[in-house]
T-cell receptor, first 108, second 114 residues
Framework: EDQVTQSPEALRLQEGESSSLNCSYT??????LFWYRQDPGKGPEFLFT???AGEEKEKERLKATLTKKESFLHITAPKPEDSATYLC?????????FGKGTRLHILP | KAGVTQTPRYLIKTRGQQVTLSCSPI?????VSWYQQTPGQGLQFLFE???????NKGNFPGRFSGRQFSNSRSEMNVSTLELGDSALYLC?????????????FGPGTRLTVL
């Protein structure tokens, strides 16, 4: 069965304190691994697509990496405006499944 | 380029009623997917439409249905509403759909069933 697990469920960091969010997946035939950011009451906002193991993508303070079984979202020197839920979503031939997300809270 | 739009943004219904939600995808996108999001279950896939045909369906009862029009706009219908249908319903637009292409989400419709 296709599965995706994100950890931790919630994370509180001080402003400037770097950390990583984990996404572990077991899927049949990965085609792309997507990361989204979601603010409360809003739709998810697309961040990155990773297609193959070893690939990395960066955007401001965020960097996403991919291995054969995991993806990491590294956040460097976060600011309070980075507070959100981050969703990981592996895509297969015919569907994308979403993890339950990591709720990130950055304290000023 | 305009993003994905969903109407209405908020809806309050009572048990037993039915509801129709609308989604307009990004211009040029042919795939529209629908998701239900609740605090406990996260984002759950309802169905995907591509070129007016349902291409994939999640594990939801037949009360949930949808359609897509020739201009790629999509509607989702829920009949005989239950309390458990209260959720944020999200529509996602994609160029070609499937698991290869990123999806772009609308703001959602917040449905409350009383």
């Amino acid at each position: 069965e296709d599965q995706v697990t994100q950890s931790p469920e919630a994370l509180r960091l001080q402003e400037g304190e770097s950390s990583s969010l984990n996404c572990s997946y077991t899927v049949s035939g990965l085609r792309g691994l997507f990361w989204y950011r979601q603010d409360p009451g809003k739709g998810p906002e697309f961040l990155f697509t990773l297609y193959s193991a070893g690939e990395e993508k960066e955007k401001e303070r965020l960097k996403a990496t991919l291995t054969k079984k995991e993806s990491f979202l590294h956040i460097t020197a976060p600011k309070p405006e980075d507070s959100a839920t981050y969703l990981c979503a592996p895509g297969m031939d015919d569907k994308i499944i979403f993890g339950k997300g990591t709720r990130l809270h950055i304290l000023p | 380029k305009a993003g994905v739009t969903q109407t209405p943004r908020y809806l309050i219904k009572t048990r037993g009623q039915q509801v129709t939600l609308s989604c307009s995808p990004i211009s040029g996108h042919r795939s529209v997917s629908w998701y239900q999001q609740t605090p406990g279950q996260g984002l759950q896939f309802l169905f995907e439409y591509f070129s007016e045909t349902q291409r994939n369906k999640g594990n939801f009862p037949g009360r949930f249905s949808g359609r897509q029009f020739s201009n790629s706009r999509s509607e989702m219908n829920v009949s005989t509403l239950e309390l458990g249908d209260s959720a944020l319903y999200l529509c996602a637009s994609s160029l070609l759909g499937g698991g290869w292409n990123e999806q772009f989400f609308g703001p959602g419709t917040r449905l409350t069933v009383l």
